[in-house]
């Protein structure tokens, strides 16, 4: 791709290239032992922490590096041209976010710092058994006892979920109350009595990302720990900040894209057939043409929502139609890339296969894409 993002700066190439150069160190070498293991080292967190990419958006005052969303954005850029499907520095920042733009001074100042240096691992708790789009129907309680909250229940699908230090549970802590019951609560994890960390979920792709389920039996949280003070304000935080995930689902998603064009562009240049490299072929000539302009596209539009972002202007309607919009087109683009490849594309060793099956979650994790179109319905 030739597209020179607006957003960009020659202070951001030169993150960039000190990015690069950790994930080709930290990150590439280690995924098929990742993957074996279900999770990544925990030494990686501490390692990238120091280089200053845990919370490349978060001021200084709190640990972070003190850029913007674009600084972030690069890293995310970086692990998915680099093709890693293991490190969940994603949730990460997302937890990260909540804290910054939701939580109390206190409860700023005590872990974003920590999630900064990669001391601490962060997760977020939706997914239930029984409500995963759909989190007014979550069935997790924490009731308030004391000086304490006291959590019960389960949750599904946790990335990070093995590693982390600390959750972002979704729970009602007024059940009869609806969403206005609904509160985010802060667990640490160490020394929990009560809490367990379930099977790492076996999945189709990602398998290098700590995939869990996790249980809370009489859970006890200390009230400082509900995010923001005050209880029942967990369903408004979600929609307010659900939008930079679903953004950085983009951002992810068109890297991919681009990344799947290159190696379809070096593979059928090299591979040939009846006597002719395969892109000297009218369909293949054709096929990727309609791969680069619609990626394209993608671009275009992804670096507009960047700059949205940015400038403090995205709305929950533009990252729904960045989140669904570029995760369909994700794996449309694969699924032809690979096609390209031929039987070499149904294998493993080719990195298209291995985009092939990371990508499927794309459509639904973030919130199903058919709720993206939910929301940007409403907006008709």
């Known amino acids: 791709m030739n597209t020179v993002s607006t957003w960009m700066t020659p202070e951001l190439e030169s993150f960039r290239d000190a990015v690069r150069r950790f994930v080709n160190l930290e990150i590439v070498p280690h995924q098929e032992k990742w993957k074996k293991q279900q999770h990544v080292d925990r030494s990686v967190w501490n390692k990238a922490g120091e280089m200053g990419m845990l919370l490349a958006d978060i001021s200084d005052e709190y640990g972070g590096s003190g850029g913007t969303f674009a600084h972030q954005c690069v890293v995310f850029e970086e692990l998915a041209t680099a093709g890693d499907s293991c490190f969940g520095i994603h949730v990460h920042a997302i937890v990260a976010h909540y804290l910054n733009n939701q939580g109390t001074?206190?409860?700023?100042?005590?872990?974003?710092?920590?999630?900064?240096?990669?001391?601490?691992?962060?997760?977020?708790?939706?997914?239930?058994?029984?409500?995963?789009?759909?989190?007014?129907?979550?069935?997790?309680?924490?009731?308030?006892?004391?000086?304490?909250?006291?959590?019960?229940?389960?949750?599904?699908?946790?990335?990070?979920?093995?590693?982390?230090?600390?959750?972002?549970?979704?729970?009602?802590?007024?059940?009869?109350?609806?969403?206005?019951?609904?509160?985010?609560?802060?667990?640490?994890?160490?020394?929990?009595?009560?809490?367990?960390?379930?099977?790492?979920?076996?999945?189709?792709?990602?398998?290098g990302q700590d995939t869990c389920e996790l249980f809370f039996d009489n859970v006890r949280v200390p009230q400082e720990n509900i995010l923001g003070g005050v209880e029942g304000k967990g369903f408004a935080q979600l929609m307010t900040e659900l939008p930079y995930e679903r953004t950085i689902l983009g951002v992810g998603g068109v890297a991919v894209i681009e990344r799947a064009l290159r190696l379809t562009i070096e593979y059928t240049r090299e591979r040939k057939a009846f006597g002719q490299p395969l892109i000297e072929m009218q369909n293949t000539r054709f096929v990727l043409a309609e791969i680069k302009t619609e990626a394209t596209i993608a671009r275009t539009f992804i670096d507009r929502c960047i700059v949205d972002m940015i400038e403090g202007r995205m709305d929950a309607e533009l990252a729904s139609m960045a989140k669904y919009w570029i995760s369909d087109l994700q794996c449309k683009v694969i699924d032809q890339c690979l096609q390209l490849f031929g039987g070499y594309g149904y294998m493993l060793e080719y990195p298209i296969a291995q985009m092939y099956v990371d990508a499927r979650v794309q459509k639904i994790y973030g919130g199903a894409n058919e709720i993206m179109k939910e929301i940007i319905a409403r907006s008709l």
């Open 105 to 207: 001074e206190a409860q700023k100042k005590k872990y974003l710092p920590q999630l900064a240096s990669g001391e601490m691992v962060a997760a977020i708790a939706m997914s239930e058994p029984s409500a995963g789009s759909d989190l007014k129907g979550i069935r997790s309680t924490a009731i308030k006892k004391g000086d304490d909250y006291v959590l019960n229940g389960s949750k599904t699908f946790i990335s990070n979920g093995y590693l982390a230090d600390l959750i972002l549970v979704v729970c009602k802590t007024d059940p009869d109350a609806g969403s206005k019951g609904v509160s985010l609560l802060l667990l640490e994890t160490k020394d929990c009595p009560g809490f367990k960390v379930g099977r790492i979920l076996e999945k189709i792709g990602q398998k």
